[in-house]
């Protein structure tokens, strides 16, 4: 099916988007590669499909690179997935600043070796004067985790006599998650072909578009990132209210 990027860019693009970057493993292990080969060219996708977010008008693409659940993965793949970015953030530091990508990352940080760490918060500094497309990177990063915390924090506030239980609401609630500062969410890509949410931004997807690609996230490229704003397109968001169909 022929998709036309010129009409496609004619329409509202969504400028919240998120995507789950699933399949890295299975990718690899069709072709008779490791894991981590996988989990490279997933990175390298990454970048690739950042910078066409940035040309299409995309504001911020939050991604779902290392879920709180991948700790449990075998020794060796956690250690790769801790390790690889750092290699990468300093081999590559000073195209990524150049991109004008701005870089936030979303999670717990308690857990991380310490040189990740220290990549981490290298990179939200070196890239924060930047004025493209911000890129929220969720790593060790859990839905449920998030609004526990942020559950915490309120009855912090009102254990401290800051605000009454009265006080609380949607907002309250939304101004306390990781993603506060952030635009609400438009449209969720999954890829790999699995239909599921996997603990990825509970909260934020309440009245976000949901679009499933069949592909692996390797194989995630132009051509379905257009298909899935496509689908974007063609949806009737309604909020909960009546809007006239879209002809």
């Known amino acids: 099916m022929f998709i036309s990027e010129k009409k496609i860019l004619k329409k509202p693009i969504p400028q919240h988007l998120a995507i789950i970057l699933d399949g890295n493993g299975r990718w690899a292990k069709k072709r008779g590669l490791p894991r981590s080969l996988g989990h490279y060219n997933g990175a390298i996708n990454l970048a690739k499909i950042a910078q066409l977010c940035d040309k299409y008008g995309v504001k911020y ?4 690179c290392f879920s709180t659940e991948n700790w449990k993965r075998p020794k060796e793949e956690v250690e ?9 953030w300093y081999t590559n530091k000073d195209k ?5 990508i701005v870089i936030k990352v979303i999670g717990r940080r308690d ?17 924060k004067n930047n004025t493209g497309l911000t890129l929220v990177i969720a790593a060790d990063y859990g839905s449920q985790t998030e609004i526990t915390e942020a559950v915490k924090k309120i ?4 254990v401290d ?6 006080d609380i609401n949607s907002e309250l609630i939304e101004n306390n998650l990781y993603t506060a500062c952030f635009p609400k969410l438009d449209l969720l890509i999954r ?9 990825f ?18 194989s995630f490229n132009k051509r379905e990132l257009l298909k899935a704003f496509k689908s974007y397109q063609s949806r009737n968001r309604r909020f909960g209210g009546l809007n006239e169909v879209k002809k």
């Not at 006599?161 to 009265?166: C, F, G, Q, V």
């Open 161 to 166: 006599d800051k605000i009454k239980i009265e």
């Open 191 to 199: 890829t790999s072909g699995e239909v599921r949410i996997s603990n």
């Open 111 to 127: 857990r991380f070796p310490q040189d990740t760490l220290k990549m981490i918060l290298e990179m939200e500094e070196s890239t």
């Open 155 to 158: 009855t912090q506030q009102v």
């Open 61 to 64: 693409l939050t991604v779902y």
């Open 201 to 218: 931004l509970l909260w934020q997807l309440s009245y976000a578009e949901l679009y499933f690609a069949k592909c692996y996230w390797p």
């Open 80 to 88: 790769y997935l801790m390790q690889e970015p750092v290699k990468q």
């Open 96 to 100: 990524i600043i150049e991109s004008n």
